[in-house]
């Protein structure tokens, strides 16, 4: 999920002018417990196939399901966050449906009663913040993975199944059908994708498949309030890929609506190799599943105080840290929401301003030079490649005209692969600017005698020759002067 937007020839005009586009996501990201929901595995990534597993996850004959309370938080904590009611009462339900990787035919998930109700994100939109509402978010648990020995089933020699994943506990936030462009879907993946990551309730990472999106799409007359007949899309395994089989379904949609067709109610899937969707299978309805109630488990009953205690232990959201970031620190939003983007990031940036004193500074810093040289995964950053203390003393150093900007950045460049203080980069490499007045007046001095004309130039009022010396002064210096001392001398000396 690392992409940039795609480019524009990649999305043609999805919704053209005579339909309006409706999209509803539903996402699946997996909860950071250490075990699974309905038994002790554990679910770590990466091990061996098939070595996580006990008989509850295995859906053996005799074995009873116990509850993770672990994962009832932070599906909770979830639940707060993305500004949910969360239910005092839910349950838990079988859904019915017979897949290899699914190894008691029946997953145990939410039905009528889920965990949480009515809640929204906001995203950024080109007429300004749009509520996005949420339907719901419940609490299940996660199949297997099958491993097919060839591309696809189709044509498989033979399958394996994976069951470490079985039991994982998983949270399936469906959204409204709010959603007005595969542009919009991606903004509101990438909100959801922060808000989770800054409460850590998931590490929500789309490759390991710890964040999964199925979307639902439909196209009507513009100005309609009906819904037309939807499809849904599955196998998009990147926020690019979300966008770009969303523009494919609006377009093949339009163009069948526009020859006189219609659409079909079916499940399709992204092919990444053909940039397409193709269809799977019509759509199954609800009761195919057969839902009925779990009677291996207790309806989960919530103690209001504890849903308290755990709305008060949530740090600031990405929404409010952006408000208040442009509020107390007076950046520009796109700043704000720069920092706010990802937690780490947010934290340093804070902590480097409270040192240095001088948010403006410490944010150009940040957004900058920090961030090019940051790891990140899938789009998000990973670590800050340097510390709160050391990119704070670089910046005093700044801020007093030690060190100029561009050599600023050298030494920046050296603190990340070396972890040496600033200090003694900047020492080593001789990169102090010289603001000492009085070697300063030397050379300008020199320069003035040495180019009469140019100097002349200034003196009659032309403004423009001041440049020239002043390339002359960096250019004795080696480029160690400090450029607003000699721009002050030059003036100073040469006023009209
Ligand atoms: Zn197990």
Redesign the pocket.
Known sequence: MAEQAAPAQALPDPGHDEFEVVIGLEVHAELSTRS?L????STAFGAPPNT???????GLPGVLPVLNERAVELAVKAGLALHCQIAPFSKFDRKNYFYPDLPKAYQISQYDLPLCRDGYVEIAAPEGVRRIGIVRVHLEEEAGKSVHSGESIVGSEYSNIDYNR??IPLIEIVSQPDLRSPEEARAYLEQLRTTLRYIGVSDVRMEEGSLRCDANISLRPRGSDELGTKTEVKNMNSFRAVARALAFEARRQAELLRRGERVVQETRAWSEARQETVSMRSKEEADDYRYFPEPDLAPLVLDPGQVERWRAELPELPDARRARFVREYGLPPYDAGVLTGSRIVADFFEAVAARVGDAKLASNWVMGEVLRHAPTEGGEVEAIPVSVQGLAELLELVKRGTVSQPAAKEVLEEMVHSGRPAGEIVRERGLEQISDRGALEAVVDRVIHENPKPAADVRAGEGKAIGFLMGQVMKQTQGKANPQQVRALLEERLRP
């Open positions: 699974k309905f038994c002790g595995c996580q597993v006990c008989p509850v996850c295995l079985v039991g």
